[in-house]
């Protein structure tokens, strides 16, 4: 069965696999989803006995049908190798009443390693499918993790270069260390004044910006994304539910068939889309349980059936998740209009200029599948504290939502279906977060002494990712407004 994309604003044009990985975005301004959402057709049993890297051909050669056998695992094998810290790549540990399926054992520590290190393969092979001869511009706005993740699956890869900006005063501390060092001559890392929605914004309306391509045309440059926005990082990320589901079932946690839980900390809404895409392949998910921080967007949308952006932005502990405006919920606005791209048009068109949509009583029928809730800050670093003291596991911030969302969701439901919490980061990189929570009080040391006063206590060793910035020197220091983001793009690539 071949499966063809086509935009969530459109009017039914279809583009293959690798053509909407090259566009990232449609000419519509509207995503990319698939026509439909194909069977996962291989038993649970069978699944047990496979790899990270089988179970992600699996499922990926479903959904990405123009791509050849051989591409596709060529693909797999150069992203899930021994750039992660083991052979599992998303091992599942159990703690405090749930399971954790940490998705931070690649390169940069955080779940965006998971499709950001099969991306450029994917896009890559894309552009030579399709016989594409511009280089390929990566732009990209980070709330923290995607920059670092995409610098680290881009840098030095022939044919493409890679813009990231980033929210100066946004991210942690070694969030943005890990950006500001990234090695490689394709690499650009920008700081903007604004926050990241400011950023995701002007990266948006660069996309859709026509004489701009035709400038990149004419030089010999085209855009392409590596946000969660392409549908070559959403359809990697499907394969970790998969995987977890199939571990559970391996191990006697459930039996083939059996229902589980899901709960996953959400800023951008790619993640947990990737679960309910896992859903409707069949996975046997029962709900998909949304966590929030302080913005807390997405948990008043689930209540009211209204996303109202018209809010303070908070900067929170987990800045991966300090969002106003979750892109990918559109893909799910799409799915809950009854694939009505225009409605979905008016949808998005109030949201951007009003600021604000409401869903009818019919689509809200629709997110039977999602329990929202969210985490204050001091909730969160309660719950950092109380899964170190009940079950001397540390978790990070992003995480730390999530297990307190879990636990409001069971007070609110009493179902104690077995439940794998999205692990979505390394503790290490908020140790000033975590040090708070667990110690009490962090001491007045650098991140990098907590980083060792964490792994003394936790007995986990600190990972590659974060000595290796130790000592790096910084080799990106412009700063920009967000409305001089296309100048200085043109400015690094060298077009006047």
């Known amino acids: 069965m071949q499966v063809l994309y086509k935009s969530t604003r459109g009017k039914g044009e279809t583009v293959t696999a690798s053509m909407a990985i090259l566009k990232g975005l449609s000419e519509d301004g509207g995503l990319f989803v698939p026509t439909e959402i194909p069977k996962l057709d291989v038993p649970a049993e069978k699944l047990a006995q496979m790899t990270y890297q089988e179970t992600a051909y699996e499922v990926m050669s479903r959904f990405l049908t123009d791509f050849t056998e051989e591409e596709l695992k060529n693909c797999i094998a150069n992203a899930y190798d021994e750039k992660f810290d083991t052979s599992e790549i998303a091992p599942l540990h159990e703690a405090d009443g749930a399971y954790y399926l940490e998705l931070f054992h690649g390169a940069t520590i955080a779940f965006k390693d998971m499709a950001l290190s099969i991306l450029p393969h994917l896009m890559t092979t894309a552009a030579k499918k399709n016989a594409v001869k511009n280089e390929i511009v990566i732009l990209t706005a980070t709330s923290g993790d995607t920059g670092k993740a995409a610098l680290a699956g881009f840098a030095d890869v022939p044919g493409t270069r890679i813009i990231v900006f980033y929210p100066k005063h946004g991210v942690s501390p070694i969030q943005e260390k890990q950006m500001v060092t990234q090695k490689g001559d394709n690499t650009y890392v920008v700081g903007i004044?604004?926050?990241?929605?400011?950023?995701?914004?002007?990266?948006?309306?660069?996309?859709?910006?026509?004489?701009?391509?035709?400038?990149?045309?004419?030089?010999?440059?085209?855009?392409?994304?590596?946000?969660?926005?392409?549908?070559?990082?959403?359809?990697?990320?499907?394969?970790?539910?998969?995987?977890?589901?199939?571990?559970?079932?391996?191990?006697?946690?459930?039996?083939?068939?059996?229902?589980?839980?899901?709960?996953?900390?959400?800023?951008?809404?790619?993640?947990?889309?990737?679960?309910?895409?896992?859903?409707?392949?069949?996975?046997?998910?029962?709900?998909?349980?949304?966590?929030?921080?302080?913005?807390?967007?997405?948990?008043?949308?689930?209540?009211?059936?209204?996303?109202?952006?018209?809010?303070?932005?908070?900067?929170?502990?987990?800045?991966?998740?300090?969002?106003?405006?979750?892109?990918?919920?559109?893909?799910?606005?799409?799915?809950?209009?009854?694939?009505?791209?225009?409605?979905?048009?008016?949808?998005?068109?109030?949201?951007?200029?009003?600021?604000?949509?409401?869903?009818?009583?019919?689509?809200?029928?629709?997110?039977?599948?999602?329990?929202?809730?969210?985490?204050?800050?001091?909730?969160?670093?309660?719950?950092?504290?109380?899964?170190?003291?009940?079950?001397?596991?540390?978790?990070?911030?992003?995480?730390?939502?999530?297990?307190?969302?879990?636990?409001?969701?069971?007070?609110?439901?009493?179902d104690h279906t077995v439940t794998v919490i999205a692990s979505t980061a390394s503790p290490y990189k908020f140790t000033r977060s975590v040090m708070d929570a667990v110690a009490d009080k962090a001491e007045d040391k650098d991140d990098f002494a907590l980083a060792d006063q964490l792994s003394a206590i936790s007995g986990v060793k600190v990972p590659k990712a974060v000595e290796e910035i130790r000592t790096a020197p910084v080799l990106h220091d412009i700063v920009v407004d967000a409305p001089d983001m296309p100048d200085t793009v043109k400015k690094v690539l060298g077009i006047h």
């Open 193 to 414: 004044t604004g926050n990241f929605d400011d950023a995701q914004t002007a990266v948006k309306k660069m996309f859709n910006d026509r004489e701009l391509a035709a400038e990149l045309d004419a030089a010999g440059f085209q855009f392409s994304s590596a946000n969660s926005i392409n549908i070559g990082r959403l359809v990697p990320q499907i394969v970790y539910y998969v995987y977890a589901y199939s571990r559970l079932v391996g191990q006697g946690k459930v039996k083939a068939g059996e229902k589980i839980n899901v709960v996953v900390p959400t800023g951008n809404f790619g993640n947990i889309l990737a679960a309910y895409y896992a859903k409707q392949m069949g996975l046997p998910i029962n709900k998909l349980v949304c966590a929030s921080n302080e913005n807390k967007v997405l948990f008043d949308f689930f209540r009211t059936g209204t996303y109202d952006r018209k809010r303070d932005f908070i900067l929170t502990t987990s800045p991966s998740m300090d969002i106003l405006i979750s892109s990918n919920l559109e893909r799910l606005i799409y799915r809950l209009t009854g694939e009505d791209a225009q409605k979905c048009a008016e949808l998005m068109k109030s949201l951007s200029e009003g600021g604000e949509y409401t869903i009818t009583d019919e689509m809200k029928k629709g997110l039977v599948d999602f329990y929202g809730n969210y985490c204050s800050e001091e909730e969160t670093k309660e719950t950092i504290h109380n899964v170190y003291k009940n079950s001397d596991y540390v978790i990070d911030p992003h995480t730390a939502v999530a297990a307190g969302v879990y636990k409001k969701y069971l007070k609110d439901t009493d």
